[in-house]
């Protein structure tokens, strides 16, 4: 990745070239978030180091003058000036005489492990995947019933089976936005259908734009394109439109990645009049958006659901990415990208460097069982609430001084905690038999130790015991902290 972190200290180097600058009125905006204390230099110090260490403010990031932070937040400029040699010292900011000041993160001593690696000797929060829908095996002998009208042919379907892109492209239109089968084109999952993408948009060097925290596979892929990964900060709050469209308007990223429905893992949901201002500043930056709608299904509170965002698309720039994993079962491999008909011929092609086709039987299943998905949508939803209630209630009184959010949808709810342990805290947490997911998976550069994201996919006893489990864990880690460079204990 380009981006540079701690190793600026050492080699004495300047932020390349690239680097982005937040000016003082926003950053104050920022800061003015933050509860204020006393003294005043400290209260701004830990505002600027906790968007560091959550992402929100990503590294490398060139910081306001002293006397322009001062002004827009109404200090003295020696309040400032205090404030940023705290951040130093805290080795959460460098600066070279006449390049500014810049910030910066520690170098991690471990990688994180993945949060998708079910372990069967342990409740597993970390992986956000549901049992399978009542119906899918009826389903699926349907179609196996109705495979021999297609045994005669060849079985590889490059696009999709045809009566499975009718189907999906029949939802869109329900969810108000017309579409064509020939605008579908059907994946192995939805994380092939974001690779594939990332694979014909994106050459080496290019600027990628993605949320902090976000999906972790998401992130890999992009790394592995060889492009330079932008991060822009999303809390369960929802999206800063205005240092979003920043974003787009300093970097001009060839691709941004978003995840506009019940926001992996925060859980946020981005409105209409959002949605607007995502693809307008796409546009105006000429940004390809691949949006990942694998969430957009699995409503969970009442109340009407924005348009999918590519409604509000007139060129053609906007890739959606679906999936029947979230909703339908892990175990059914489709997935698929709503695009145009050309952007759908240009995905095939780089498709066949990998593989040729997906499963007619795992199609023709997902397809019966599309034509069924509202009283699906409407079991899931029942499924998760009393998951999602069950586990709020459980952390409540097990661990009342965390922060979970409280998301309208989706499979997860992202915990803030009182202390940046997340890593410490997953390690701790597998020996008392349960497997949270550390905030740094879902982050870059050693961000979000102050958070875990917790699934609900397991039923309410499974869960009351997991909390019980990672409250001893806990208990356990903050008996016994292990500070690292960084860490905001003062």
């Known amino acids: 990745m380009a981006v540079r972190r701690g190793g600026n200290r050492r080699t004495g180097e300047r932020p390349a070239g ?16 933050a509860p ?13 180091g906790d968007l560091v260490l959550d992402g929100r403010v990503p590294s490398n990031t060139r910081l306001p003058a002293e006397r322009d932070l001062a002004a827009a937040l109404g200090v003295s400029r020696n309040t400032v000036t205090a404030a940023y040699a705290w951040l130093r010292d ?10 500014g000041s810049w910030t910066v993160l520690p170098d991690r001593a471990t990688s994180e492990p993945s949060p998708f690696a079910p372990g069967a000797e342990r409740i597993d929060l970390g992986v956000a995947a549901p049992p399978a829908v009542e119906g899918l095996r009826e389903a699926a002998l349907r179609a196996a019933e109705q495979l021999s009208a297609h ?35 059907v994946t192995n999952g939805a994380q092939q259908g974001v690779s594939l993408a990332l694979d014909l948009l ?26 330079r990964v932008r991060t822009v900060g999303v809390t369960p709050q929802g999206w800063d439109m205005e240092y979003l469209t920043d974003a787009f308007r300093q970097w001009k990223p060839g691709l941004a990645y978003v995840v506009p429905d019940f926001h992996n893992p925060t859980g946020a949901l981005m409105d209409d009049d959002e ?22 299904e699995l409503a969970i509170d009442s109340g009407d659901l924005p348009a999918p965002v590519a409604a509000h698309d007139t060129d053609g720039r906007v890739l959606t990415v679906g ?4 909703l ?11 695009a145009t008909p050309p952007m759908v011929a240009r995905l095939m092609a780089v498709r066949q460097r990998f593989d040729l086709a997906g499963s007619v039987l795992d199609q023709l299943t997902t397809t019966h069982l599309l034509a069924d998905v509202m009283r699906i949508r409407a079991e899931r939803s029942r499924q998760l609430r009393r998951n999602r209630d069950a586990l709020l209630a459980a952390l409540r009184e097990r661990l009342p001084d965390w922060r979970p959010s409280v998301p309208g949808g989706g499979l997860v709810l992202w915990a803030a905690l009182p202390h940046p342990v997340a890593s410490a805290l997953s390690a701790a947490a597998v020996r008392h038999g349960v497997h949270p997911a550390a905030g740094p998976v879902f982050g870059v550069d050693g961000t979000l130790e102050r958070h875990l994201r917790l699934a609900y996919t397991r039923p309410p006893d499974v869960l009351a015991d997991a909390v019980d489990r990672l409250a001893a864990a806990y208990a356990e880690t903050t008996a016994h902290p292990a500070p690292q460079r960084g860490q905001l204990y003062v």
Not at 36 to 48: D, F, G, K, Q
Not at 168 to 179: D, K, M, S
Request: aromatic share 8%.
């Open 90 to 99: 805290n080795r959460l900011l460098d600066s070279r005489q006449g390049a």
């Open 328 to 338: 339908l079962w892990g175990g059914l491999r489709v997935g698929w990208v709503r």
């Open 18 to 33: 690239g680097a982005r600058r937040i000016n003082g009125r926003l950053l104050a905006r920022l800061i003015g978030e």
């Open 36 to 48: 204020v204390e006393r003294p005043y230099y400290l209260a701004i110090a830990r505002a600027v």
């Open 151 to 185: 045994v005669g042919g060849l079985g590889y379907h490059p696009y999709g089976l045809p009566e499975l892109r009718h189907a999906i492209a029949r939802r869109y239109v329900e969810r108000g936005l017309p579409t064509t089968p020939e605008q579908i084109f």
């Open 202 to 227: 994106v050459q080496p060097g290019d600027e990628v734009l993605v949320e902090s925290p976000t999906y972790p596979h998401a992130l890999d892929a992009a790394r592995r394109t060889g492009a």
């Open 275 to 296: 949605r607007r201002v995502l693809v307008r500043e796409a546009r105006r930056a000429g940004t390809y958006l691949i949006v990942d709608e694998t969430a957009a």
């Open 323 to 326: 999936s029947v994993a979230k």
